[in-house]
């Protein structure tokens, strides 16, 4: 156990050490571990998918493949990392399938077009002033859609970076790729944002888009 210490620095973090607890047998800590990370979970899910239903699903579905990995764990990554990763791919299936269905029925529903999820809300002034109401709802909704019509790859990326907080290393982890990818996935996103927001923000000093974006949660 010394040398897994020295080899993955973040096993004494406590939810690495609650899922080590679960994997020899202690049920409390799975219990432990939902309430603690469920919530980032759907959070993640809800901004990928856009769809309340869909981010509960795939949060029951992320720990259920916890649960029943419990005999196989292996400390090799923090369990956040590691439940960041099973919750991405499920919103990759997820929509991969999706967009599937949408092909096969003309009449399949776009996923948010109902209006019930926004992922992100713009605040209510700018640098120059109070925006109208209209101003603000044409606004959530260009941010929303421009982030929804991101590559799945550049979207989840986005997400984890300017959302969760975590760095180009967490990121590459969670997405299983290398650091110089990630750097280029944000890129691209940052680029395509811009392209589709400008006309939203182009009076506006300026402000990095991806903060813009941050700042649109409200």
């Known amino acids: 156990m010394r040398q897994e210490k020295e080899i993955y620095p973040g096993i004494n973090d406590s939810d690495t050490l609650l899922m080590s607890r679960f994997a020899s047998g202690d049920l409390e800590a799975f219990d432990l571990l939902f309430r603690q990370n469920a919530p980032r979970a759907h959070r993640i899910a809800f901004r990928f998918l856009c769809n309340e239903e ?12 916890v649960y029943t990995s419990a005999g196989s764990w292996r400390p090799k990554a923090r369990f956040i990392t590691w439940l960041y990763r099973i919750v991405s791919n499920l919103c990759f299936k997820h929509q991969r399938r999706a967009r599937i269905i949408q092909l096969m029925s003309l009449d399949a529903p776009r996923e948010g077009d109902d209006g019930s999820s926004v992922v992100m809300e713009i605040p209510a002034h700018s640098a120059d002033g109070p925006l109208s109401v209209l101003e603000r709802k044409e606004r959530q909704e260009a941010v929303k859609e421009a982030i929804r019509t991101l590559p799945p790859n550049q979207r989840m990326a986005v997400i984890l970076h300017r959302f969760e907080e975590l760095s180009y290393k967490e990121i590459a982890e969670v997405l299983n790729c ?29 402000v990095s888009i991806h903060s813009k974006v941050k700042d649109s949660e409200g």
């Open 178 to 206: 290398s650091v110089a990818a990630v750097e280029s996935l944000l890129h691209r996103a940052k680029l395509s944002l811009r392209v589709r927001l400008e006309r939203y923000f182009h009076d506006e000093p300026q």
């Open 54 to 65: 869909d981010a509960r699903d795939i949060v029951q579905e992320a720990f259920l493949r």
